[in-house]
């Protein structure tokens, strides 16, 4: 059983990598820079995403793409900032793919936008596995999760960019050790940033969107 | 190509359905307790159990099964306490099936044991979904979380008989709502049990425990 698990897994994934380069292929041609928000459930994805969007909402157009498997309450919070939103429903499914982020953007008024963001399902496994086609992936990291999730969970901290670090005003309360995720996490993907932020103390967004307003750029 | 993914999903399903049975009747015939423990990334899972077997580890023979995609750390730790440990690494797999179960009993000294524990993989989505022959399956919520994860992701909390809310001493820096888990959590599953606790200061764990050891008599 579980070869042959694996075999329908690489079918799936050889059929994202196409649908992802489709994906690329149409926000190029629209001038869209598409950026895939990944975490564990509770990290803090939509608090983060709201408050970067209050930040650079004056110099980019943004629209979200809200993956969740149930319900649809984040998409009502973006909804309620002004933004184009597209909620999916993934109805039991532990991901976004390349397909259906496809069907997220027919839905989007691609030609008034400038970046595109993808809240995806709170998941630290399967999201890394999928490719959706965007330019850059991050993930959030929360303090309370601890240092040692990217012993566990490795993937996740190969294929992003940077690691948000949220809810900084709480690290007085827990055994979150910086250095060990630095050299944990540098010894599988060098180049991966380390932001620590707060929403709720502002500490470190300054620096946070800094970086991520070169990334749209 | 979603028709298709959700297919093959089912085929998967039915499959683990039989091997589920087969864990069930040999676990039944050798009189072990199996005892599924589920969570998202970082929410305390091996805090927790560990805490569990030094209060009961003088009535019940315990082993565990640590279901870990690439690290053996929690193995480790399990093993650190003199008790039998299986260590299945998933290899990028985001969750435990019954076929994989069987061959983790296959190495465990089950005539010695009266309950075998499975810390399963740190994902709220795909374990709920895949039955691994266990009599009780559980899940943590760590406060950090938040009290809405039972709207987004339902099925963990409509498959499990308790749900413990660890950390909670940290709840006075949170904004964490009972009341709302409750009545969310208590619309999807009628008897689902809810257990606030803290290993940290032991709030809470005498109830848990004395729950624990009715399910295991």
Known sequence: MDIEYID?????????????????????????ILWNVMSSPGSGKTTFITD????????????????????????????????????LRTGGGCHLDAAMTMEALAKMPLDDLDVLIIENVGNLVCPAEFDVGANIATMLLSIPEGDDKCIKYPLMFTVTKAVFVTKMDVAPYFDFNFEALEKNSHRLNNDLRIFPVSVKTGEGMDEAVEWLKQQFN
Chains 1, 2 share one sequence.
């Open 52 to 87: 970067v969007i209050k930040r650079l909402g004056s110099q980019f157009r943004f629209g979200v793409i809200e993956a969740d498997i149930e319900s649809t309450v984040d998409a009502e919070k973006m909804h309620a900032l002004g933004i184009p939103t597209v909620q």
């Open 8 to 32: 329908l897994k690489e079918c799936i994934l050889a059929e994202n990598e196409g649908d992802a380069q489709e994906v690329r292929d149409l926000l190029k041609e629209k001038n869209v």
